[in-house]
C-alpha cells in the first residue's frame, strides 16, 4: 500500500513539474507552462487544479497521521490538544482569516505560501526518522510521515511553476524572490523546530498545510474564479 501511494504521488509530480526532458511516453510532447517549442502548455487554471488537489492530499495524509499519533501515543489526547503551543512558523506573517489573504497582494500571498512550504522541509524529514525509531508506531505510519516529506518538496515544485506561469502572464510582478532564493526569506529562528516534540511538530504542520490550501483557493479564485469561488 505505502509503495502505491508514493508511485501515484511520483506520476503526479512528473505531469506537474514539467520538465521539458521529461516524457510521458515515447514520442509524447513533454508537459511545460511556457510555449517551448515541442510542449504540451498546461493553462494556468489546470495548474492551479493540480497544486490545489495535491495540497488537499498532503493536509489529508497529515490529519489521518496526527488522528494515529494521538492512538498510539497520547490516549489522553491532553497534550496534543491543549492550547498555546507555539509553532517554528509562527514568525511567518499569514493572512488571519479568508478576507485578510484575499487582500493581500498576489505576490505577498505567493509568497507567504512557498516560505510555508520551505519552513516545513527539514522538519518533516527530521520527524520521519524519529517516527522509524518508534517500535509502536507501525509501518505504514512511518511511510505516511516520509510521503508528507516528498509531497511538500513535490508541492513547492509546483507553487513554483504557478509563480512562474503567473508571471509569463503578466499577472504578478517578478518581485517573488522566493523562486530565486527561497531560503534567505526564512525568519532567522526558523530552526526552532528542533527545540519541539514530535507531537507539536505534527501539530504544526497539518494546521500549516490547512494554511497553504485554503491560500491556494483563494488565490486560485482571485486569478481564475469559477463556480466554486
Not at 55 to 62: C, G, K, P, Q
Not at 93 to 105: C, D, F, L, S
Not at 129 to 145: G, I, T, V, W
Not at 151 to 176: C, D, F, P, T, Y
Request: proline share 3%; net charge positive; aromatic share 6%.
Amino acid at each position: 500500500m505505502p509503495g502505491t501511494i508514493r508511485s501515484v504521488s511520483l506520476t503526479w509530480v512528473v505531469l506537474l513539474v514539467c520538465l521539458s526532458s521529461r516524457r510521458t511516453s515515447v514520442g509524447a510532447a513533454p508537459i511545460c507552462t511556457n510555449g517551448q517549442v515541442g510542449c504540451h502548455v498546461l493553462s494556468l487554471d489546470n495548474l492551479f487544479d493540480r497544486v490545489i488537489q495535491h495540497s488537499a492530499r498532503m493536509h489529508s495524509i497529515s490529519s489521518d497521521l496526527h488522528s494515529e499519533f494521538e492512538q498510539y501515543f497520547l490516549p489522553s489526547k491532553n497534550q496534543i490538544g491543549r492550547v498555546g503551543r507555539i509553532c517554528h512558523t509562527s514568525t511567518i506573517i499569514t493572512p488571519n482569516g479568508k478576507e485578510n489573504a484575499q487582500r493581500m497582494a498576489r505576490e505577498q500571498l505567493t509568497e507567504v505560501i512557498l516560505k510555508l512550504l520551505i519552513a516545513w522541509r527539514d522538519p518533516l524529514w527530521h520527524f520521519h526518522q524519529s517516527m522509524a525509531h518508534h517500535h509502536d508506531f507501525n509501518n505504514f505510519s512511518s511511510n505516511k510521515a516520509l510521503e508528507m516529506n516528498d509531497m511538500v518538496h513535490e508541492l513547492r515544485q509546483g507553487v513554483e511553476k504557478v509563480a512562474e506561469k503567473m508571471q509569463v502572464l503578466g499577472i504578478i510582478s517578478n518581485s517573488v524572490t522566493s523562486l530565486a532564493s527561497p531560503e534567505v526569506l526564512l525568519p532567522s529562528d526558523s530552526a526552532d523546530w528542533r527545540l519541539m516534540k514530535d507531537y507539536d511538530l505534527l501539530y504544526c504542520f497539518r494546521r500549516d498545510s490547512n494554511k497553504v490550501q485554503n491560500y491556494l483557493k483563494i488565490l486560485k479564485c482571485r486569478i481564475v474564479p469559477d463556480h466554486g469561488c
